[in-house]
């Protein structure tokens, strides 16, 4: 399995780039580097910078359409990606779960992705998503819909029950994600 970071967002409400945002003196994008370098032997970061990836041990790609978005972000991830499961995580998702992780790929064997449902909500940006889609994911995207939601319609999906996350992850931090800087603050203040 590859491990794909998404780090390609505009950064609109935060006003700087996440990815590089630093908690306890280490950027957000090395502490998931030090997750994913447990779990997979290829990392892909889908991003608008790459020259800012040169001294990780990674594969700094930019989108491969002129669509931007997360689905696209996905999309080009797994353009790249030599494996058929991969997991995605946005950049900004500082308290990721290696036991988590490693359970959603355990179980994504016959799915097409495998994705969280946590507090009634989807988690997208923390999921596994197989190769074979892609030509549903470019599609999808060529029409301009964007929703990566609206892939699921179209896909065998597993979800993950709340149940099975609080099992790996007892305190709900994986799916934490920093948008603005009070949620940056608060994430700073809780480690």
Not at 160 to 188: G, W
């Amino acid at each position: 399995m590859t491990g794909i970071i998404l780090a390609g967002g505009e950064n609109r409400r935060m006003g700087t780039d996440k990815a590089f945002l630093e908690i306890n003196g280490k950027p957000l994008v090395e502490r998931i580097l030090a997750v994913f370098s447990m779990l997979f032997t290829r990392i892909i970061v889908v991003t608008n910078t790459p020259d800012r990836y040169r001294s990780y041990d990674v594969e700094a790609v930019p989108d491969a359409l002129d669509i931007r978005g997360p689905l696209t972000g996905i999309y080009s991830g797994l353009q790249r990606s030599s494996d058929e499961y991969n997991f995605v995580a946005a950049c900004d998702m500082p308290f990721l779960n290696p036991g988590l992780i490693s359970y959603m790929g355990e179980i994504a064997v016959g799915q097409d992705a495998v994705v969280p449902k946590f507090n009634g909500f989807l988690e997208p940006l923390h999921a596994i998503y197989r190769r074979r889609i892609l030509p549903i994911m470019e599609a999808q995207i060529r029409l301009q819909d964007r929703r990566i939601r609206g892939l699921f319609d179209h896909i065998q999906v597993r979800y993950v029950t709340e149940e099975e996350i609080v099992r790996f992850d007892p305190l709900k931090r994986s799916f934490k994600n920093l948008n603005t800087p009070e949620e940056y603050k608060e994430a700073v203040c809780s480690v």
